[in-house]
């Protein structure tokens, strides 16, 4: 089957979250037996390639700027007719979520949603934002929700979709690193301010110190993304340079390795859909404190997770400063966690979405010859 994926992010680009991870760990394991294209927002730099049978289309323009990402939603309708397929792949992606791609093919289409968060980003940016995915939003019927929490979400919006749980998954790796003995706090993400609550993470950066005094651990800060530069000058505002460090993107087992020895990940976000950064901590042996939003509860199942009143920052330094001076009994919890997060598996997400691809192929193909026979038109592609 020859499968569009529009992918939105390149997991290799700067700044890239979990949601290209998830398109490149699925394409990679189905490739062997369907043909599959990624289209991708341009990005300095990029270039087209293939990647373990997976072809990556970068489009235009590749500046480095917003205008790339833009640009992605103006160009996908010509992009998607150019590029034969049987079957389309969305994700939905910031800002407006939908890329209005079935109005641009007859053959089916499946959105593949980790983002719904339009409104937000009307919010932060003051543009029509949350109009665009509403007015896109009809155009789908069959859905893939990473949560239970998102899909009662799009059930709401689309009471009559067809809308199929399947969550993220995480590396191998994390269950391959050594718990050792803690030394630092770590957040582990996309710089960003609007959904991953930096500038919350400095603020929970100060109270702790005073919680702590000299027995405040350095807080690691691991990832890349637009707000770092805003980020920083606030660190040094607070007089927090000799606390907080900025560690640049990092992945795989180094950076398994620094969850396996931290007091703890933290995790500020003021929305999620998944949180995988919270299920890696898991499977690495760290505890996890966030704000009890969105699906963190059902994604963490609570296991050596501390999910906090949203978004009490007293009550989120609070957490860190017991775990910080109690190190009692932390192992059976840390086991615990690397337990729970056994369950997202890449090699079975993969073959859950496989299945689903396949069904929603063979019954639009089905429904084919009766659509033939009230329109003649040729098949769009």
């Known amino acids: 089957m020859r499968i569009l994926h529009l992918g939105y992010e390149d997991p290799v680009q700067p700044g890239s979250g979990g949601g290209s991870v998830r398109t490149r760990e699925v394409n990679r394991r189905l490739s062997s037996r369907h043909d599959i294209t990624v289209l991708v927002a341009g990005y300095p730099g990029a270039k087209p390639h293939v990647e373990e049978g997976v072809r990556w289309q970068p489009l235009w323009p590749r500046s480095g700027r917003q205008i790339d990402r833009l640009a992605y939603f103006a160009l996908l309708g010509p992009a998607i007719q150019r590029h034969p397929h049987d079957l389309v792949i969305e994700e939905f ?3 407006f979520s939908t890329g209005f791609a079935p109005v ?3 053959k089916p289409v499946i959105a593949s949603v980790q983002w719904l968060f339009a409104e937000q980003m009307r919010e932060k940016y003051h543009l029509p934002f949350d109009f665009v995915e509403k007015k896109g939003f009809p155009l789908y019927q069959d859905f893939i929700a990473v949560s239970a929490w998102l899909a009662r979400m799009i059930h709401e919006r689309r009471p009559s979709a067809s809308v199929t749980t399947i969550p993220n998954g995480i590396d191998s790796k994390a269950f391959s690193v050594d718990i050792s003995p803690p030394k630092h706090l770590l957040f582990v993400g996309r710089l960003d301010i609007c ?4 500038d919350l993470l400095v603020d929970i950066a100060a109270r702790g110190r005073n919680l702590l005094g000299d027995a405040m651990p350095p807080l690691l800060i691991i990832g890349d993304g637009p707000d770092r530069p805003l980020i920083e000058r606030e660190v040094q505002k607070a007089g927090l340079g000799d606390v907080i460090r900025f560690c640049g ?8 390795e620094l969850m396996a020895s931290a007091h703890a990940v933290l995790m500020p976000s003021r929305f999620e859909t998944f949180g995988i950064v919270a299920v890696e901590g898991q499977a690495s042996g760290a505890p996890v404190i966030s704000f009890d939003i969105g699906p963190l509860r059902e994604v ?3 296991v050596n997770a501390y999910l906090i009143p949203p978004f009490d920052l007293d009550a989120f330094a609070r957490e860190i400063a017991k775990l910080v001076i109690n190190q009692e009994n932390m192992n059976g919890l840390r086991q615990s966690g690397r337990r729970w997060a056994r369950k997202y598996d890449w090699d079975v997400i993969a073959g859950q979405q496989e299945e689903l691809y396949l069904q929603v192929a063979s019954t639009a193909k089905s429904l084919r010859p009766s659509l033939n026979r009230t329109d003649a038109s040729p098949d769009r592609q």
Do not use: L
Not at 195 to 198: A, I, N, V
Not at 250 to 256: L, R
């Open 249 to 256: 993107r990092m992945e795989g087992k180094a950076k398994f």
């Open 300 to 302: 963490t199942g609570g």
């Open 195 to 198: 959904q991953k609550g930096c």
């Open 93 to 95: 992606s910031a800002p």
């Open 104 to 106: 641009f093919t007859r």
